[in-house]
């Protein structure tokens, strides 16, 4: 027993035990040191250089100015905060993605950045449209912007804010202006001369067409090398390209063609009051051109919901061309060459959105703007699609509330299971990047630092002129029709120079493409547009 007990005594420690003792010792107080003294190190640097700056904010001037595309532009999307830059101030207090590329907003490109690309446009919108269409486009590698403008779009609140962005030249439907495209050889041609004499739609689709003539010549002066017809409901998806940038999917493009066709997508809305489409629309209808067949009259009839057609307006896209000798517009979505037929390419992944009755007020806005009877005949006159020509007459002789209930049966996807399976299927789709692009804009305050500059910068004199100019627009415009022939057969100063060549060159031209809708099911034949 004495035994026992004498072995379960502690034994004093050994000095091996009392090294390792000491060495876990220093390695727990080394544990403790290190992270105090990084911390301890770290205050100090910040307390020096007064706060470790991001590295976009450390960019140069040059640096911050660039947009996806161009060399050395990120393309991913970054959460940042600046004190460098008012308009950037409010970025550091939203969630929302931004883009560094906000920090100025007057978006000064470099003189030697290739292509350049403009966008010619007739619009009658007012800013709450033009601004965010605008500046996405400047966004994504848009250099200069020829716009036609009337209506609201001419009023001196909205004009004075537009001819102060850079790149921007606005152009007002004055006699002078209908008296030089009355001159245009265009009236003598048979390409258009469908759509003469003919009002509402087919009367827009004669005057977009002269604007655009005019606009090659302005594009080729100002050094452009694309130029682009789009409408101010339209933003261009420049999916495809090594970098989101149209200037980057531009510059891809063989030499040797001519004209890039963006299909179009359709918006597709989910509620009845949207507000703001650009930053409220995520859903959109892919473009037969980017579905296969099997799939595209697989899923027709549900994909259409009863609709006269596929898409509500338009199916056949928009095209860009390059800036040459002899271009010539072909309607308002085309172009083509008084002296060859030219090269053209459809693009697969890029396209153009429609944001088309994406709100309710459009049903009244286009029954304000024409004067048709609202009978099946006469609004054949006015529509050149189907689903205008059935919109124009239920906005013209339906109440407030049968309105609505017809635009939330035509027009908003209310059914979930429905888009769900279309977006599986692959006719819906979901894209975010303008929705993001123009809801960093506005959260940046670049809107309202070219409203609030434009206000400061132009001078009283400047505002008065503006007045009398609008005054005198609206003036002649309602004493002259722009699809009326006007004078005798001139060729005008500003369109001589491309289209000097005579038309005695050839028996025929290829009529103007107007607006199509997509195929039908009960085509038999699928035709290019």
């Not at 460098?84 to 207090?93: F, G, I, N, P, Q």
């Amino acid at each position: 027993m004495a035994g026992l007990y004498t072995s379960l005594r502690p034994q004093p420690p050994s000095s091996s035990s009392s090294s390792q003792q000491s060495f876990f010792s220093k390695v727990l107080l080394l544990l403790t040191i290190l992270p105090l003294s990084l911390a301890v190190f770290a205050f100090v640097l910040q307390w020096r250089g007064g706060g470790v700056d991001d590295p976009i904010s450390r960019w140069s001037p040059e640096e911050s100015n660039k947009f996806p595309g161009m060399d050395s532009s990120p393309l991913s999307t970054v959460a940042h905060s600046s004190s460098h830059s008012s308009d950037c101030s409010l970025l550091a207090h939203s969630n929302t993605p931004s883009f560094p590329y906000y920090k100025d907003w007057k978006f000064k490109l470099h003189s030697d950045l290739k292509p350049k690309i403009c966008i010619t446009t007739s619009t009658s919108a007012g800013l709450e449209q033009i601004l965010p269409w605008m500046f996405y486009h400047k966004v994504i590698g848009v250099t200069s912007f020829l716009l036609f403008v009337e209506g609201k779009a001419a009023s001196p609140d909205v004009s004075k804010v537009l001819e102060s962005i850079s790149g921007v030249k606005v152009i007002y439907r004055t006699r002078e202006l209908e008296e030089q495209q009355a001159k245009s050889r265009i009236w003598n041609e048979t390409w258009l001369s469908s759509f003469f004499y003919k009002p509402c739609n087919y009367e827009l689709f004669v005057k977009q067409s002269l604007n655009m003539e005019m606009a090659i010549v302005m594009a080729r002066d100002a050094g452009m090398d694309w130029i682009i017809h789009l409408d101010t409901d339209e933003l261009l998806h420049p999916a495809g390209a090594r970098e989101y940038s149209l200037r980057q999917l531009l510059l891809d493009v063989p030499s040797n063609v001519d004209m890039v066709i963006f299909p179009n997508y359709e918006s597709s809305v989910e509620r009845d009051d949207i507000k703001d489409p650009f930053t409220e629309v995520s859903m959109f209808k892919k473009n037969y051109d980017h579905l296969t067949k099997d799939t595209y009259f697989g899923m027709y009839k549900e994909a259409t919901r009863g609709n006269p057609n596929y898409f509500l307006t338009y199916g056949n896209g928009k095209a860009a061309a390059r800036i040459q000798d002899h271009l010539r517009p072909n309607g308002a979505h085309r172009w083509h060459n008084y002296m060859k037929t030219p090269k053209e390419i459809k693009l697969e992944e890029a396209a153009v959105l429609h944001y088309t009755y994406s709100k309710f007020s459009d049903l009244t806005s286009r029954r304000d703007r024409c004067g048709c009877k609202p009978t099946k005949e006469d609004v054949k006159r006015c529509f050149m699609l189907e689903f205008d020509r059935s919109a124009f007459i239920i906005a013209s002789t339906a109440t407030e509330d049968e309105m609505l209930n017809w635009y939330r049966e035509h027009v908003v996807w209310t059914d979930k299971a429905v888009n769900l399976k279309l977006l599986r299927k692959g006719i819906l789709t979901r894209i975010y990047a303008p929705m993001v692009i123009v809801q960093g804009l506005r959260e940046s305050g670049v809107f309202s630092s070219i409203v609030s500059s434009a206000q400061k910068s132009i001078s009283k004199d400047k505002f008065l002129a503006s007045i009398e100019s609008s005054n005198s627009s609206k003036a002649a415009a309602s004493e002259t029709l722009p699809s009326r022939k006007i004078g005798k057969n001139q060729h005008s100063q500003a369109t001589r120079r491309v289209l000097e060549e005579s038309a005695s060159h050839f028996e025929f031209y290829e009529e103007a493409i107007p607006p199509r809708p997509p195929p039908g099911i009960d085509e038999d034949v699928i035709t290019e547009a």
